[in-house]
């Protein structure tokens, strides 16, 4: 049997401004456990000192490495060169820009097959790295965007060349994430203190300014002041969290919105929601979508990026611009008034999931993986 691929996973920090995980972490957590253990062996690498993210994939038995560094550190470069040359992996694969530079540079230095996998099309970019983006267009192997708008990003943004960047879609374990049985779901909201009369609407999420809350929480006054027996969920942590419940006090809706921080039960809490809302600015393919997708919860999203790409309007969810909280709440109402739309709606984006499971994700990396070191199946 031939020797394993092995691959290096380069992260510059697992958590992002206070919050414990984020999407490419939950990746991580998803994808190395599906890869096949015979054929590939996997490396997980993170520039940023060690911290309470690095110690959650700690937890989940994925081992991350944690090179104890600032992403400007050239102690970086001459780390990465070490491991490299000592332990000799077939391919790079980074994710996020401090490790994209530094891998393709250890790549030409080292002949290593480099990819960049980026998540997102982001509004704005450093200025430094749009210069080492054009310096280093070509010493990426393969560009992997999340969406075809991340894609354009690369190629227009980001100086990849275009015959180089591949769309390869993100996915959820849908295994995990299953329509929830009534009395399933009635455990779940007695858990969170909803009565059996209310309707609960929820977003899950990173809290920082990329996935709009704030927008969200003002949509949510306005559906509360016309349905005042609707509760709210925000889930997830982040360096917002406090601005957030300040913002829900000032708005009159503190005592009818639940906080849930750092939820490491994701289906459970789903499974209390009666319709999902993705207030996001911005985004590249979040992965609650796909889990939104695969519980049938009709969604209520800002049509950006990737949820645009996912989502079609009236066909597996409702769509309204970024940043128009009146927008949001239209469609949260309307959700919440006519009961027969959300169900077509959530029955669609069901059985749209099942195109974004995670394993075929991981198929497509490592037939990539195969074809750059030469290998065949």
Partial sequence: MPAPIRVFHLCDKFGIRGARTHGVSRLFSWWFPRFDAAEFELRLIGIRPPDE????LERQGLAPLSLGRHRFSPRVLSDLLAMVRRDRPHILHAHGYATSDYARIVGLLTGTRV???????????PGYQRVVDRLL??????????SASTRE???????????????VFNGAPLEEFKRPTRDAKRAHRERLGFGG??????????LDHQKGTTYFLQAAAHVHRLRPRTRFVVA???????????????????????FTGFCEDVPALQSALDLQVFPSLWEGTPLTVFEAMAMGLPIVSTAVDGL?????????????????????????????DDAALAARLGARAEQDSRRFDVCATVRELEAIYRELVGARP
Avoid at 115 to 125: D, G, L, N, Q, S
Avoid at 236 to 258: S, V
């Fill in 153 to 167: 990003f690369m190629v227009r943004r980001r100086a990849f060349p275009a015959n180089r960047v591949r769309v």
């Fill in 115 to 125: 990819i960049v996998h980026e998540h997102a099309a982001f509004p704005t970019i």
């Fill in 197 to 206: 009369d209310e309707l609960v609407i929820g977003t899950v999420g990173r």
């Fill in 53 to 56: 993210a690095s110690a959650h």
């Fill in 236 to 258: 997830g942590d982040g360096h917002l969290l406090e601005e957030h419940r300040a913002e829900a006090e000032a708005l009159g809706i503190a005592g009818h919105t639940t």
């Fill in 308 to 336: 645009a790409e996912v989502l079609r309007h009236r066909e597996n969810a409702l769509l309204a611009p970024a940043r128009d909280p009146e927008a949001l709440a239209a469609g949260m109402l309307e959700l919440v």
């Fill in 137 to 146: 267009s070509r010493a990426a192997d393969v560009g992997i965007a999340v």
